[in-house]
């Protein structure tokens, strides 16, 4: 290969907008926590919030409204826009993230790119990798791609990786990415889950 494709190659390695998609490590789990993740994972329920009172109902609506509009250059397709914000708080809501923090993480790792896919196999919107699909999944990787399927696994392992690091987000993220210990992801996540508060 001369010089030249090799600086191109690396050029775009560097500059691909998916420069923080990372490579999850497939980690010895306890079979308790395997257990928790597949239950999780099989829970197939259709993303419908329920709320104890209607103060919890308008302010839901109000940050699906603010929102889906910040949101209108990424995902233009208004639709598929309500879809995904309805999902993505349903599944950080359900793991006991912040939806800004799952919202950021998007940001970071896919761009909200369905269909993304990381030099390292890492699929969807939050990049998951396949190896899940084996360890708490049905072995089919295609379902990575399917909105609700990819939002579900990512904010369970996630929530399993904070809980890992004893609350530690900063770590968890970092072993979300496969970069535990060095700060440029995290601090990325972060910096985005800030811009949807």
Known sequence: MRWWHTAAFATGVLCAPFGFAGNQKEEALA???RLALSNAI???RPPKPTFANPADRQRYEE????TSERLRRKLPDEQHRIEFLETAWYEAR???LDPGLVLGLVQVESAYRKYAISIVGARGYMQVMPFWTNVIGDRDRRKLFNMQTNLRYGCAILRMYID???GNLYLALGRYNGSRGRPEYPNAVLKAWNNWK
């Open 31 to 33: 079979d308790s926590v």
């Open 94 to 96: 359900r793991a006991g």
């Open 63 to 66: 940050w699906l409204a603010r």
């Open 42 to 44: 099989a829970d197939a």
């Open 164 to 166: 890992m690091e004893g």
